[in-house]
């Protein structure tokens, strides 16, 4: 099994600040199977990028990922005040794991 | 547009069979090429997935919750469905049910809105 281990577990920043997760996978990932949810309070989980640095449809073009075999970065480069939430990467295909999350929140 | 809705008790006693449904609108289950998932949060903590089904009835499992996670569909009425069988208060979570990524082709899901269940006697 795949184990995703996000960092950090919580990033306080403001307003209009650049934010960068990472995502570390247990063993090599196929680029073509990690993707980023964000998590509102009180709401599903919404699809952000899937193949590691593909944008879904309607997202906003300030996330973007990145990363390839075992370290995969979303970044937001300027946080405006809906994304404000909770981020996971998963690992997709035969069987789903997600990281533990990353608590992005106002500082 | 492709909608799920969860249904099902919320409360259940321990040592009992969590069951739930999940309803389909908007896009047919036997017509697709998707895989068809169960997914929780307990509260406050994070994702797990409890496995997939595809409409032929061939699942895919989660190794840890193997044994007592049971996925069925129902093709004729556009639904699929969960048991969980010998709960204890460690399943307390909002349970979820979508039509999660599962192969390199996709690049969209969608999922309901969940539903909360909780496990006390």
């Known amino acids: 099994e795949i184990v995703l281990t996000q960092s950090p577990g919580t990033l306080s920043l403001s307003a209009g600040e650049r934010a960068t997760l990472s995502c570390r996978a247990s063993q090599s990932v196929g680029a073509s199977y990690l993707a980023w949810y964000q998590q509102r309070p009180g709401q599903a989980p919404r699809l952000l990028i899937y193949?590691?640095?593909n944008r879904v449809i309607g997202i906003p073009d300030r996330f973007s990922g990145s990363g390839s075999e075992t370290d995969f970065t979303l970044t937001i480069s300027r946080l405006e005040p809906e994304d404000f939430a909770v981020y996971y990467c998963q690992h997709y295909g035969s069987s789903i794991t997600f990281g533990q999350g990353t608590k992005v929140e106002f500082k | 547009q492709l909608q799920l809705r969860e249904s099902g008790p919320g409360l259940v006693k321990p040592s009992g069979t969590l069951s739930l449904t999940c309803t389909v609108s908007?896009?047919?289950?036997?017509?697709?090429?998707?895989?068809w998932g169960w997914f929780r949060q307990p509260p406050g903590k994070g994702l797990e997935w409890l496995g997939s089904i595809y409409h032929s009835g061939s699942t895919l499992d989660n190794p840890s919750l193997k044994t007592r996670v049971t996925i069925s569909v129902d093709t004729s009425k556009n639904q699929f469905s969960l048991s969980l069988t010998s709960v204890t208060a460690a399943d307390t979570a909002m349970y979820y049910c979508a039509r999660p990524l599962s192969s390199a082709y996709e690049y969209s899901d969608s999922w309901g809105q969940g539903t909360l269940v909780s496990v006390s006697s």
């Open positions: 193949g590691a640095a």
């Open positions: 908007g896009g047919s289950i036997s017509g697709s090429t998707y895989y």
